[in-house]
């Protein structure tokens, strides 16, 4: 029964990897851009909300709502003000901008946060604390049902607004051929600027969900960014469900990690994701020869 | 036209190169222990630097795992000295170790490209620092001293330690400044310009990528052994920290993407810095980074490179350039 229950909490935790690596995954669809300060980012969001908390009182999940406007705003200048000039000048650009961005964003944090780690799952309420023990082995958590049903509702509501809205074929044909794009009216500027916003504010209810399920600090996004990454390769970068099915993969697997020691947790995570992409790229010559 | 690789002021300028090289080997006997310690770091982040560029600059792979193996390094030289090997041999060891390591971490990472090579680095390197913290004879979480070198007084581990960290550099600089002057470097040169292009006209790029690759590994892993011997101490948090990536990239970005000497005066530029701000702290980190992060938006070439660029200056003779006959020249 411990088995089934690592798996069923594996399961939870990946809906959290899941609502992580969205923004990720959608940045990469649009724009074949990895924004390497998509986890600081994340992290900002979580003291955006923590501040709010902390200077009215409210839950975080309305605080959350309040701080939405500002990271679709933030969203916004991140695409005009560093990636919209990078994705011009070639593929190695865009992450090193956005990696000088993720060492800003994590030192900005420090000294307007202090190092201290923080948490808001005491000011959540009964959500953080509620679970049902269905079995004496196999418990589920109020949160954890939760987190998994808005990201099963958040990928769902994505794949309408891709295949049903307007603005969704805009974001699609831009990400299929920008320049063909350009040429039947669509302002490809506008589309990146919309599909960068959109990314930072789900990275936003990562934040949120790193903040209420656990705890975070101003360095927590380098690790928050490999998970998130790991969940979009693992589900086939470029593909939506994909992600949402590599981040359940994932959480499963640090799970079943941690059931055989807890310090092998994160490891077993990485192994799967180096497996996948040795599966993935491991076919094809091998070629030792360094001089032809 | 005529096609030449030396110039009046790339002869004197390699000359002085050596004169100044030969010249660090006195530092030791001259100074006090603190000066040559802080040297040595110098002399570490050239060396970083440098493969670095070497990595991203000439092969387009953009890594932010080099740590990896400067923690193989670093970690490499506690494990051979616990088996009880001299200090130093076992640093040798540990470069030959983390170098050889990169050959299998190749067949595999080669085939990654751009963020997925990038970050497929970094779970590389957090895969060993957490191998490392599960080993209690590696000290595990906490860290561990290099209490062999304990047997040498401090103002000769220290020469030592600067020697040999004077003597990786010039040797890990050589072989890629001959490395780029060689047939091969031709095509790495047209690596770096076009990727595309160069295979078109039949470079064997993985190939070539794979050299600088398992260079790259030889280089980084010398500098992990150069500054456990250099700190004493060694911790995974520190050692296997993504802010070497963050270094690397400022220095090799800021001195100059592509080119030999860039990231040398880069690594100068960041030595500079240090020594200046020698509080470190966050604000120094928010400068660093935004550095970074500016130069790749709008001077993608670099201090060297803009200059390299606007004035024709070459250094270091590892290109060609092509120059007017004279008249007599072309009359004879």
Known sequence: MTIVNAVLQGIFLGAFYAVLACGLSIMFGVMRVINLAHGDIAVLGAYVVFVIVQSTGMS?????????????????????????????????????ATFGLSIVIQNLLLITFSPDVRSLGGNAGAITTSSWQVTSGLSVSALGLVILVVAVVLFGAL????????????????????????????????????????????A????????????????????????????????????????????????????????INPEYSALTGHLLFLAVLIVRFGGGRVSLRAVR | MRVRRWTRTSKVFTGATIAIAALLGTVPLLFETDVVQRLTNLLILVLLAAMWNALAGYGGLLSVGQQAFIGIGAYGTVFFAGLGVSP??????????????SVPISLFALRLRAAQFAIGMWVIAEVVSILVRLDQNLGAGTGISLIQLNQYAPNFRQAYTFWLALGFT???????????????GVSLQAIRDDEDAARSLGVHVAARKRLLFVLAGFGCGAAGVLIGANTLFIEPGSIFSVQWSAYMIF?????????????????????????????????????????AALFALAL????????????????????????EMKSEERAS
Do not use: C
């Open chain 2, 88 to 101: 130093y041999p076992a640093m040798l060891l540990a470069t030959l170790v983390a170098g050889v390591i």
């Open chain 2, 300 to 323: 993608p070439r670099g201090i060297w490179g803009t200059i390299e660029e606007r004035l024709g200056l070459r250094l270091l003779p590892v290109g060609y350039r092509v120059v």
């Open chain 2, 251 to 291: 220095m090799v970005l800021v001195g100059g993407l592509g080119t030999f000497e860039g990231p040398i005066l880069g690594a100068i530029l960041l030595f500079g810095i240090q020594t200046t701000f020698t509080q470190g702290g966050p604000w120094y980190l928010v400068g660093l980074g935004a550095t």
């Open chain 1, 204 to 259: 936003g209810l990562g934040g949120l969900f790193l903040a209420i399920r656990s705890v975070f600090d101003p360095v927590s996004g380098p690790t928050q960014l490999i998970f998130a990454f790991e969940a979009v390769v693992i589900g086939g970068m470029g593909s939506l469900w994909g992600t949402l099915l590599g981040g359940l993969a994932l959480g499963v697997a640090q799970t079943l990690g941690a059931h």
């Open chain 1, 60 to 96: 975080p999940l309305v605080a959350f709502v309040v701080a939405l406007p500002v990271m679709i705003l933030l969203g916004y200048v991140l695409q005009l003000a560093i990636l919209e000039r990078s994705l011009k000048s070639g593929i190695l650009t865009p992450l090193l």
């Open chain 1, 159 to 202: 794949q309408l607004f891709l295949s049903r809205t307007r603005a969704g074929w805009m974001m699609r044909a831009t990400a299929e051929d920008a320049d063909a794009a350009e040429l039947v009216g669509i302002n490809s500027r506008g589309v990146y600027a919309r599909a960068t916003a959109l990314a930072v504010a789900i």
């Open chain 2, 170 to 184: 010039v040797i890990f600089l050589s072989a890629l400044f001959l490395l780029l002057r060689s047939p091969l």
